[in-house]
T-cell receptor, first 113, second 115 residues
Framework: KAGVTQTPRYLIKTRGQQVTLSCSPISGHRSVSWYQQTPGQGLQFLFEYFSETQRNKGNFPGRFSGRQFSNSRSEMNVSTLELGDSALYLC????????????FGPGTRLTVT | KNQVEQSPQSLIILEGKNCTLQCNYTVSPFSNLRWYKQDTGRGPVSLTIMTFSENTKSNGRYTATLDADTKQSSLHITASQLSDSASYICVVSAQGSGNTGKLIFGQGTTLQVKP
């Protein structure tokens, strides 16, 4: 069974640009969550999608957005990039909501210059 | 304020030795507590999930304990191996918030196992 895949794995953008990251969950998983990980802040929850609907959102500005498609694949978008957006962006999928095991992808390393 | 604090921040041990990582939380209402292992450059991998009623849970050489009264958890690693070198993250979920609605992350403990 294939794991969670994220594309691209590495990305370099300049300030002011926008970026779209993609996440394909494990087959059969319907919940997808996104996280930002930085050395200073650690792992921080961005948002959770289930059945194409955003179910929960972390404390991030509106520049961060996402969506989920009918096949459970998800994308997140960051507009007007800032230097502080440089981070590892992780996607995690689980079969359902609730106390289900989460499986993380390898992440996308975004560098903003 | 909901918080998860881990200690120590970093740890170096010799291969074959045991170690214990600590996690204290102030999350309320509590739903579950998870320990993750994250290798450098990779996504976290779940080690254990414990609810309020579970005191101990093992996963191979990893044993997690939970004391819901004192709001403390520990992760004990037995007979450490070089492959245990990683960051260990404690994550607490608040009740009634679905899978991830109120996940509070600790800063992690970086473990280095030396030969």
């Amino acid at each position: 069974k294939a794991g969670v895949t994220q594309t691209p794995r590495y990305l370099i953008k300049t300030r002011g640009q926008q970026v779209t990251l993609s996440c394909s969950p494990i087959s059969g998983h319907r919940s997808v969550s996104w996280y930002q990980q930085t050395p200073g802040q650690g792992l921080q929850f961005l948002f959770e999608y289930f059945s194409e609907t955003q179910r929960n959102k972390g404390n991030f500005p509106g520049r961060f957005s996402g969506r989920q498609f009918s096949n459970s694949r998800s994308e997140m978008n960051v507009s007007t990039l800032e230097l502080g957006d440089s981070a590892l962006y992780l996607c995690a999928s689980s079969r359902d909501r609730g106390r289900h095991e989460q499986y993380f992808g390898p992440g996308t390393r975004l560098t903003v210059t | 304020k909901n918080q998860v604090e881990q200690s120590p921040q970093s740890l170096i041990i010799l291969e074959g030795k045991n170690c214990t990582l600590q996690c204290n939380y102030t999350v309320s209402p509590f739903s579950n507590l998870r320990w993750y292992k994250q290798d450098t450059g990779r996504g976290p991998v779940s080690l254990t999930i414990m609810t309020f009623s579970e005191n101990t849970k093992s996963n191979g050489r990893y044993t997690a304990t939970l004391d819901a009264d004192t709001k403390q958890s520990s992760l004990h690693i037995t007979a450490s191996q070089l492959s245990d070198s990683a960051s260990y993250i404690c994550v607490v979920s608040a009740q009634g918030s679905g899978n991830t609605g109120k996940l509070i992350f600790g800063q992690g403990t970086t473990l280095q196992v030396k030969p």
